[in-house]
């Protein structure tokens, strides 16, 4: 029973990259899935699809996904019509061949069944020819991967009723996409025109050897890219023209466009209707927000960006991961002086914004990041390298303690130092304090017990005989520093 | 003192949006610059660029930043390149400025200071007429915001010596950025071209009513611009051709090349040798990583990049946050049975690839996030709601305790619950415990005591009277469960 109301199954014609991207979609939203396709090899791409799509969206989204619809492959368009709320179409992109699948499929489909088509390009005037209440057919035009990416076109052809573009619009956000409802009938509707112009420059330029695939590929994904995750380019250029608005912009960069900047030459005239209809577009858009909050809002953004790809290990985020890298290059190692008796101060951190939670403050699982990032870099001290670890040796945290003190706000500069409490040649107890820089209050504390294993064996074994002697050392140091008070502490007990 | 070896300061001419970028490049890599701008607004500008720097690279990187270069104007530009190591021009796109300023700097910097152009897509070798050593400029063409993206394209002139493009190279880079080294001088150079050709079609769809502004941005950036922040057009493309590859790809959609897909009709023949060259390069840029591998690379980043629009609330972010409210609204708000006894199971998540650290299992910071999930559910189910929270209430974490027992790998599926230990009317203490769904392995426990605080005072105060009576019941009906062994436990008790 599909937790969505009033979609419970749907039919799909074709079950390639696109129509296996619905059916994920749909499956994993609790819809049924009756799906039609010739192809023998249906099922096992579909199976490809999903197995994607369900590693994927499990990643995506944090809540617990309802259970699975059930996928049926049946014989004929008529059959993965019947008995559903829904039709989706994505079959290869001839004309003829979806004008078939679509007449047969409306014969058996209630008259109310909105039909979506998966199409690239055709317009839904010439689809909708020779259908059954040809009045319910929309474009819906995804983009590949359909299971991730959210933007779905809808396009209406000259007999489509507003309740049908009304109705899969509600279908395709209920599957968490964005509905883009286009005003106009067009060859390759928006998108794809967009897509089209830069890939026939882009193929210019391999034909004329400027630049490579690749050389290319990048171009795009190191700068401009990067911007288009979030902002188009209307929004783009708006913020570049600064505090002078759109139309600053538009006088400054109009004449490039009699430049030869891309060999794709035919461009619109700039009058001045052309003109106001941009200036005005773009004050819609930008809402009221000011210039200075579209920036800080594009680097959020970018920054957002940037953080994630670094996760992903790719593009824009090894560029950052490398970056910052050559910046604790060039901080010196920390090491300890011979006669340092106090806590060794070994990480500094500004609150980012998303460490915050909806009561303002930073989380509390936050600052157990902070320290178990601190109690990381005094691991580094200590001697706990790459080669340390490939060795088959690391130090687990087994029990922590925290108390929170005070309270970080998104921007607080904050610091962390740790104190060696005990240690054997299996364990150390260490204790960390996180402070404000600015006026060194304490905001939390941490007790964390680590064990010295063997990641191979899985199991606890003397740390390396020199690492014990520098634990030894710190330790003895350490034993003239009072026990903090939080030290020892079980949780709730009276101070 | 900067901390880049070679680069202890740089001249900088004109000081705009892109000029005041490169300052806070330099500035923040610990650089000193030397900047010469005619304009009396020039000081603000700059500052103003370098208050949205300071603010962005603060969030973006963890590492502390070196102390800030020292920036002075100077009132020529013989003065800017006077005893620096490298200069960088930012001035209006006007071909005569930029040659006076690159001449006179040029009679006053050392031979061998490598000097790098701002420009669009002016050509480097008019540019370098009339420099004193004109062998050492390059085009060095960034994106804005200068000090957040990473593209940098480097272009030579006809006289631009392989020394000055590797030097270029050298101190870009240096300053976390991605050198793209183009193989020939071309107006607009790489990445402007493909901007260009998307821009002109996007006037097209203004000026023929298609679409507006803010629709175009959208077909963007909840689509193909989703892509574009980690690969672009050319590895997209071989993806979309599945297993039968990039020669494949361009056989199903080169005829669209015919089609009017945009009204920039004047595309390349697509001859045997054009497509020889695309799918060879095509090859190189896959590197032998199979659709299989790229599929999962591409919907990582998406993942990714998705998550972090959320975290910015932005684009593709809020689209993201919707779906994930539409899912929670799916699932009934949890309601305890009247005789429910035992602990509530109010969370489960499977582990992200970033929850795993260098250890390759769940990291002990995440473990007490789920926790804190988990306790932020049990404040939902007793009635802390967006209205509470409003009204000035809500319940603080003061102290915590954690086991860490087993390990839970990235995919690992985990349910968490709830079990009341105590409570008054303005404490409570709950225990946490995470299992793996599978095969009930309890992975790891925690224990909190939350505070019930008055946020506006911002002191503790008694709960809502109906919510005491919540949590007394529960209490109650857990009275009657054993004390977990690691409740009350303090950090390395013996057992």
């Not at 020779?130 to 995804?142: D, S």
Request: net charge negative; proline share 6%.
């Amino acid at each position: 029973m599909s937790p969505i109301p009033g979609l419970q199954r749907v039919g799909l014609l074709g079950g390639g990259v696109i129509g296996g991207g619905w059916a994920a979609r749909f499956l994993l939203n609790g819809v049924d899935v009756q799906l039609y396709d010739p192809d023998p090899e249906a099922p096992r791409k579909v199976d490809e699809v999903m197995a994607n799509a369900r590693r994927a969206i499990g990643k995506l989204v944090m809540p617990a996904l309802p259970p699975e619809g059930t996928l049926t492959f049946v014989d004929s368009p008529e059959a993965a019509a019947t008995d559903v709320q829904f039709v989706q179409e994505s079959a290869p992109e001839r004309l003829e061949l979806k004008q078939m699948l679509l007449r047969r499929a409306s014969t058996a489909a209630g008259p109310d069944v909105v039909f979506g088509s998966s199409t690239s390009g055709l317009l839904p005037t010439l689809m909708q020819d020779g259908m059954t209440h040809p009045e319910r057919l929309v474009v819906g035009h995804p983009f590949n991967p359909v299971y991730l990416l959210p933007l779905v076109e809808i396009c209406g052809g000259e007999h489509t009723s507003q309740a049908a573009r009304t109705r899969a619009g509600e279908v395709y956000e209920a599957l968490g996409m964005h509905p883009l409802q286009l005003r106009k009938e067009i060859d390759g509707f928006v998108a794809d025109r967009l897509l089209e112009a830069l890939w026939r420059e882009a193929l210019w330029l391999v034909n004329d050897g400027v630049a490579t695939a690749a050389e290319i590929d990048d171009a795009i994904r190191f700068g401009a890219g990067l911007r288009w995750s979030f902002m188009g380019t209307f929004l783009v250029y708006r913020i570049a023209g600064g505090e002078a608005g759109m139309r600053h912009f538009m006088a400054q960069f109009g004449p490039a466009l009699k430049w030869p900047w891309t060999k794709l030459m035919d461009v619109p005239e700039l009058t001045d209707e052309l003109l106001d209809t941009i200036v005005e577009q773009s004050d819609d858009q930008a809402a009221g927000r000011s210039i200075r909050e579209l920036e800080a809002l594009r680097d959020d953004c970018l920054v957002a960006v940037m953080q994630g790809l670094r996760t992903a290990d790719f593009g824009a985020g090894q560029v950052l991961d490398r970056y910052e890298r050559q910046l604790f290059g060039r901080v010196p190692t920390p090491t300890i002086a011979p006669d340092h008796q106090g806590p060794l101060r070994l990480h500094e951190v500004r609150v980012p914004t998303d460490w915050v939670d909806y009561n303002g403050h930073m989380n509390d699982s936050r600052y157990f990041q902070l320290s178990s990032e601190t109690v990381d870099r005094f691991l580094r001290v200590i001697g706990v390298d790459d080669a340390y670890l490939a060795g088959g040796h690391s130090w687990f945290t087994v029990e922590s303690h925290m108390n929170f003190l005070a309270q970080a706000k998104a921007g607080d500069a904050l610091y962390a130092t740790v104190q060696v409490v005990s240690t054997d040649a299996k364990r150390m107890r260490v204790f960390t304090s996180m402070r404000r820089s600015d006026d060194d209050t304490e905001v939390a504390t941490a007790e964390h017990m680590l064990l010295h294993v063997d990641t191979v064996a899985d199991k606890a074994c003397p740390a390396d005989p020199a690492m014990q002697a520098v634990l030894a050392d710190l330790a003895a140091r350490h034993s003239h520093l009072p026990v903090p008070p939080q030290a020892g502490r079980s949780v709730g007990q009276s101070r």
